[in-house]
């Protein structure tokens, strides 16, 4: 068991490596103050140096770079905003399915004037998310799409090809206010069904304990005894564990052994102190008498 916990921290750790401990999410969110945008993305920069597949941080540090663009002084705004393109692109070639990660290679083009370059990721974006049924990323990318192929038609000096160009941003502004739509009435109906789904549930299991409690109380009101063993019980697992890690009883030392099962897993019968366990708790024959 300790290996594993072992393990669970060096990984915990080693997320927060050139961090100084600080979690460049929480730094994100509050980018109110530069500073901590800064910070942040030095992180994901820093953990995109140590392993060059590392989408979150790519992507993540693409998404930083394309706000901090807009807010750092104008010296920096064209270096930053390169930043983030090129570490967009590198996201991209980690997932290449990924579609806010075209989305958001789409807005860094977009925001230099690339829009022809643009348009073709924000159409990315836009299967992706089609491809995913991820309609609350579907309607960004069409609405984006429709803006860039509209200032791609200012760029073009042909006649046709400027009003193909505006009539496929029209169209594409079209689907977007219809996916804005389509999203607001699956939210909303989706809240209220679930909502209701989880009303009748919770009556259905307040209306059993109730009938519990009756048949328990013999019409007087007050239960007598519970039914299963207490949840605090589970202190005496906790207990044995450490009792047998203080007795170096561990991995293959632990108590009664291991046997492998039709040569597919190993079994410590140890551990069926949990089934014991779950099985006292639920029950209905141990009586635990109440106070």
């Keep these: 068991m300790w290996p594993f916990v072992l393990s669970a ?17 929480l730094l994100y969110a509050g980018r109110d103050q530069l500073a901590n945008a800064r910070q ?3 992180v994901w920069e820093a953990r995109l140096m140590a392993n060059s597949r590392d989408f979150d941080s790519a992507w993540k540090l693409a998404r930083g770079c394309y706000w901090l ?3 750092v002084p104008e010296t920096e705004q064209r270096r930053t905003f390169e930043n983030g393109i090129e570490t967009a692109r590198k996201a991209i070639a980690t997932d290449p399915k990924a579609a806010f990660a075209h989305a958001i290679l789409a807005e860094s083009l977009s925001n230099q004037g690339k829009y022809k370059d643009a348009s073709k990721f924000y159409n990315d974006a836009k299967k992706g998310a089609q491809d995913d049924k991820r309609l609350d990323l579907m309607w960004p990318a069409q609405r984006g799409l429709g803006r860039s192929l509209w200032l791609q038609a200012a760029q073009e000096k042909d006649p046709k090809k400027i009003n193909s160009l505006r009539e496929s941003a029209l169209g594409n502004y079209k689907e977007s206010l219809a996916t804005i739509e389509t999203l607001r009435e699956v939210f909303s109906n989706g809240l209220i069904e679930k909502s209701v789904h989880d009303l009748k549930r919770a009556t259905a299991l307040l209306a059993r304990f109730n009938v519990t409690a009756d048949a328990l109380s013999a019409g007087t009101g007050k239960v007598k005894y519970f039914e299963g063993t207490p949840i605090p019980t589970s202190i005496l697992i906790v207990i044995v564990l450490g009792v047998a890690f203080s007795k170096h009883a561990i991995d293959d030392q632990l108590w009664f052994g291991a046997y492998r099962v039709f040569e597919l897993a190993i079994l410590h019968p140890l551990t069926l102190i949990y089934a014991v366990s779950g099985m006292g708790m639920i029950s209905s024959t141990i009586r635990i008498p109440k106070p």
Excluded at 9 to 25: I, Y
């Design 69 to 71: 663009g807009g807010h």
């Design 40 to 42: 942040a993305a030095d």
């Design 9 to 25: 921290l060096l990984a915990v750790a080693s997320s927060f490596t050139q961090t100084d401990g600080k979690d460049p999410d």
